[in-house]
């Protein structure tokens, strides 16, 4: 009995011990991954093998973490302030970490590098390491890695590289080789740009993905299956530059009702059949429906499904456990598409993909065609231009250019002090952070909350003043006389617009001045004085030459003790990446200064060289004459009503922050005033004559003719924008010529030209519904037209990034400031209309205007050469530090024993057409070198050979090592995937054809020998060993 009883009970314990295998076989069966990863194999390596007979469909896990929009970085990170947005991106990272360790099937990727340095501040060593080997087994990849994901159209391209590298960097620095990416990631950008494409190719990146364009060129794509592509970055570096580019099917977004996240309300997958709730069958056949209409706008027999949204993710176990149970229904199930293959999903990355479709393009010989262009301005339908926020917030967007500018200082400064290096350097991070926050796609546009944006200012404020304590390190360190004690505090006039500067109202005060740029340059200095007598001693103790000029406004803030002129002197042949200092004593200190009286002439400047003609009846600009040639040109400021609808239709769209749309009844620009005669006042002298202008009482402007430069400085003041009518209005600049021209030319981020054509785009056809914002481009540096019959080229260029056009023959605009009462319905939920001290928001800011012959002769005469030096002269201007010098140990002459006012960091100058574009410490011996060619191939541009050694005043160069833009990977190791033309798109006939890259080839030269040859257009990066002297 006992025996049979336990017989019959271990029969019963075997049943059950025999079910509980199988059950487990079948959960084992589930998580075993096709091909199982081994360690450190990340990459291409660990990409899970696809079937060539089936469709693949590319299961990409991803979240969208916004640096900042409608709530702040910090928000965004930690998930506070929920009744915005519930958000919170630790979470995000948490629980993948988590599901991933769960199945190693799955697989993430993680986009920005800011958020993942936050991230990993917190972690213990055992959770990083957790996260190391996800990244070393593929499971994590890492896709972008820059610090943000950058805009594309108000960014400049030196900062884009620098976020590069500042992310690519961190990434590497926690992760290793396994972190670095090999795919560009901008999929919520509102368009494209082809310095984008040719950064992306620099950076070694194999492709990037991307999902606004124009909804007719995506349609058109789509049909012609060309929304995968090659993409030719640069018109000069051609064929190096091709980037494979994929635009995606459903933006960044899930399959309608496969949205499965917290976030969202779409059903989960029901796979039990006894359940009042299965679903199964039901959503397998309608997956198959949209992989099946994707499928048959691609080429090869892999798609990309996108499985995130913003913010998705934050409990990634509810997403990952139904991407699971989806995956496991086509592996039970076989299904077929359209054409019969089985469908194959499994879990993949951009990467991963790309790998695929490469793979199957060779197999089976598919080709790509060629784009040359860009994908700017991006339409979201017939009335939707997101041509807004190209001048969108126009005061952060020139605060973030200035952060541009003083991170370039610092960097040089910090890499030029020497052993300190790494030292100084460590108080640079926060400004490298800021201005890869700025570089996000809702910061430098300017379509972020206006809370965001408060933050955005406070966060690159923090930064600026951490870096003055670089430069008041560093310094001292170089200017120092045998090592005597320097006493001065260097700042930096950040409120001069507003006609204040604390140091330069000082008694006694020095100004120190450096040049970032690799040549000598001479600069008009300003700051704000409430004195009319001064001395200035210069740097060989001769007396400088000085001027005053009326302030442009009184100004009347809060708290803010505003000047009433500006002291004018020139800063003349400041050295290369070098400093000059200027001592400037104010004889009538305290002493009420007399007005500056007004001139009769009305004529700015003294001969043929430089001229500006006012109109003597009307009061406005009418003639200019530069480099030898006289030009009727007109100039006002005058304004567009922005259009203010319900958005319940295209019709009804709104102006707002990202997009830009004139009223409809009333589209056209309006002047202010029909004559300035009365209210325009010339001001003239030695150095500078101005006009000052006033439009209205919101609306001023300096037109400026310095006695020698080669173009014309518009100082405009814009604000508080006049609402009180209830009408949006959006303010532009203009300029009238009589130049004949067919199209027009706007710069990409600042560097290579593209020609634009109104009312068209050369890769599909055009609907012209909106005359003027579907016109508009963005103007990072510049805008130009030429008459080709004059042989004349005129450009205007820009002190930030704005919206530009060229609407009639012989016209230019430029859109200065915009306030506007409606949102435009993209998410923000405010409108535009920025305010300070309860007041609409005022901006300041600068045009200048040249033109010259546009024969490229390689003479002086070439003004597009003219035009790219004071691009330069702009965007890297000589910095000016003032510091107080009122105490007695800062008299001039104690300061003149103890203090160089002259200092070079090269011995000589680089040749005119390059430029360094970094240079920056790196690590204890090694500083990060980036030459550039500042011309392009057709700019009458040749070769030039760039010898480093001895070069440096206070570091030797031992040795470089050559290594992509991004500095994270030596250039001879770097392979890419190769790729098949098919042809160009549009109407070009040469596209050429993607070269096999060879690191051999690109190293044509020897870079032991420190000669580094330069092709137009090309930057070339190195880590340099040095020793300092
Ligand atoms: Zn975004």
């Known amino acids: 009995m006992y025996l049979f009883l336990s017989l019959a009970l271990l029969w019963n314990i075997m049943k059950f011990t025999i079910c509980l295998l199988l059950l487990c076989v079948s959960v084992v069966v589930l998580s075993i991954p096709v091909t199982k990863p081994t360690k450190n194999q990340c990459g291409y390596q660990a990409c899970t093998g696809t079937d060539p007979d089936a469709l ?23 998930g506070t302030n929920s009744s915005i947005q519930f958000a919170g991106v630790q979470y995000i990272i948490d629980s993948v970490v988590m599901a991933l360790q769960k199945n190693p099937e799955r697989k993430f990727i993680q986009v920005e590098s800011a958020f993942l340095r936050k991230w990993w501040l917190e972690q213990t060593e055992d959770k990083r390491q957790e996260f190391i080997n996800l990244i070393n087994n593929g499971q994590l990849e890492i896709v972008g890695g820059a610090w943000s994901m950058n805009d594309e159209a108000a960014v400049h391209y030196q900062s884009t590289i620098d976020q590069f590298t500042f992310g690519l960097k961190y990434v590497h620095d926690i992760l290793g080789e396994c972190g670095r990416p090999k795919i560009g990631w901008q999929i919520d950008p509102f368009g494209h740009t082809r310095e984008m494409a040719s950064i992306f190719a620099q950076l070694g990146f194999d492709a990037f993905f991307f999902a606004r364009l124009d909804w007719r060129d995506k349609g058109e ?75 048959r706008n691609y080429s090869t027999n892999n ?92 005061t952060q967007k020139r605060f973030e250019r200035q952060g541009n500018n003083l991170l370039q200082v610092t960097k040089q400064l910090t890499a030029l002090s020497g052993k300190k290096a790494t030292e100084l350097d460590k108080n640079l991070f926060d400004l490298k952070s800021a201005m890869g926050i700025m570089q996000h796609h809702d910061a430098i546009t300017g379509t972020e909350k206006q809370h965001v944006a408060q933050d955005y200012a406070r966060i690159v404020m923090k930064a600026f003043d951490k870096s003055h304590k670089t430069v008041n390190e560093a310094l001292p360190i170089i200017l120092s006389k045998d090592g005597q004690q320097v006493h001065l505090n260097f700042e930096s006039c950040l409120l001069a617009n ?4 604390e140091a330069s109202q000082k008694k006694r005060f020095v100004v120190t001045i450096h040049n970032p740029l690799s040549r000598k340059v001479s600069q008009y200095v300003r700051l704000p004085v409430d004195s009319d007598r001064f001395t200035i001693t210069g740097p060989q103790g001769e007396t400088v030459k000085w001027q005053t000029t009326p302030s442009i406004d ?110 409809p009844k009333n589209p056209t620009a309006k002047p202010f005033t029909e004559s300035l005669i009365e209210t325009t006042k010339i001001y003239k002298g030695d150095l500078v004559d101005e006009a000052h202008q006033t439009f209205n009482d919101w609306n001023k402007q300096i037109i400026r003719v310095y006695k020698k430069e080669n173009h014309v400085e518009f100082d405009w003041l814009v604000g508080p924008i006049d609402i009180s009518d209830n009408q949006s209005r959006e303010i532009i600049s203009r300029f009238t010529t009589n130049l004949n021209h067919e199209t027009f030319l706007t710069d990409s981020n600042g560097r290579e030209l593209i020609t634009r054509r109104n009312d068209y785009r050369a890769t599909y056809n055009y609907s012209k519904e909106e005359a003027v914002a579907g016109n508009y481009y963005p103007v990072t540096s510049g805008i130009s037209i030429i008459d080709e019959q004059k042989a004349v080229e005129l450009a205007v260029l820009t002190d930030r990034a704005q919206g530009g056009a ?101 011995k000589r100058p680089l040749p005119d057409d390059v430029q360094i574009l970094t240079l920056e410490h790196w690590d204890a011996d090694t500083v990060l070198l980036r030459l550039e060619h500042i011309l392009e191939q057709h700019e009458n541009a040749n070769n030039v050979t760039v010898d480093l050694n001895d070069l440096f005043t206070t570091f030797k160069i031992e040795s470089l090592v050559e290594t992509t833009l991004g500095a994270n990977h030596r250039l001879e190791d770097d392979v890419r995937l190769q790729w098949k033309v098919g042809g160009c798109l549009a109407a070009l006939t040469d596209c050429g054809q993607m070269p096999p890259r060879t690191p051999a080839k690109k190293n044509a030269d020897d870079p032991s020998s420190l000669q580094i040859r330069l092709k137009p257009m090309e930057i070339r990066t190195f880590k340099a060993k040095v020793t300092f002297n």
């Not at 991803?62 to 965004?76: A, E, I, N, P, R």
């Open 303 to 394: 798609i990309i499904i996108t499985m995130g949204n913003d913010f998705t993710y934050q409990d990634a176990h509810y997403s990952f456990k139904n991407l699971d149970i989806l995956i496991k229904a086509y592996r039970d199930n076989i299904q077929r598409d359209y054409q019969g293959r089985r469908i194959n999903l499994l879990y993949s990355t951009p990467g991963c993909y790309i790998k695929a479709v490469n793979e199957d393009a060779e197999r089976n010989n598919i080709s790509f065609q060629v784009k040359t262009d860009d994908f700017i301005p991006y339409a979201s339908d017939y009335h939707t231009y997101w041509s807004g926020y190209y001048t969108s917030r126009p």
């Open 56 to 78: 693949n469909v590319h299961i990409v896990a991803h979240s969208h973490d916004d640096v900042g929009w409608l709530k702040t970085v910090d928000q965004y990170y930690y």
């Open 554 to 663: 009184n100004f009347n803030l809060p708290n803010i003790q505003s000047s009433r002129f500006d002291l004018v002197f020139l800063a003349e042949d400041l050295p290369p990446l070098g400093l000059k200092s200027y001592y400037v004593v104010n004889e009538n200190f305290g002493k009420q200064p007399k007005d500056i009286t007004p001139s009769n002439s009305f004529t700015l400047g003294d001969d043929e060289k430089i001229q500006v003609q006012i109109n003597s009846n009307t009061g406005f600009m009418h003639a200019a004459t530069l480099n030898g040639l006289t030009l009727p040109v007109r100039q006002e400021l005058m304004y567009y009503i922005g259009a203010q609808g319900n958005n319940m239709v295209f019709e009804n769209r709104s102006s707002g922050a990202y997009i830009f749309r004139p009223d």
């Open 806 to 906: 060229s609407l009639s023959m012989g016209e230019l605009e430029l859109m200065v400031h915009r306030r506007l009462l409606k949102d435009d319905a993209f998410g923000v939920g405010e409108a535009l209309n920025e305010t300070e001290f309860g007041k609409g928001m005022v901006a300041r800011g600068q045009l200048y205007l040249t033109f010259g012959s546009n024969v490229p002769t390689g003479n002086s005469g070439y003004t597009r050469r003219k035009q790219r030096e004071i691009a330069q002269r702009k965007l890297l201007a000589p910095w000016v530090f003032v510091a107080n010098a009122e105490s007695s140990e800062n008299s001039l002459e104690n300061l003149q024993n103890s203090f160089k006012f002259e200092f070079a960091g090269l």
């Open 498 to 501: 507003v006609s204040h500067c």
């Open 221 to 295: 794509r789509l049909k012609t299956k060309t929304a995968e592509m090659l993409w030719r970055g640069s018109a000069s570096l051609k064929d190096d530059t091709f980037v494979f580019t994929h635009a995606l099917y459903n933006h960044y977004s899930p399959p309608p009702s496969f949205y499965f996240d917290v976030l969202s309300n779409d059903d989960p997958l029901i796979p039990d059949t006894t359940s009042t709730e299965y679903n199964l069958a039901n959503k397998v056949k309608d997956f198959t429906d949209f992989v099946n209409k994707q499928a």
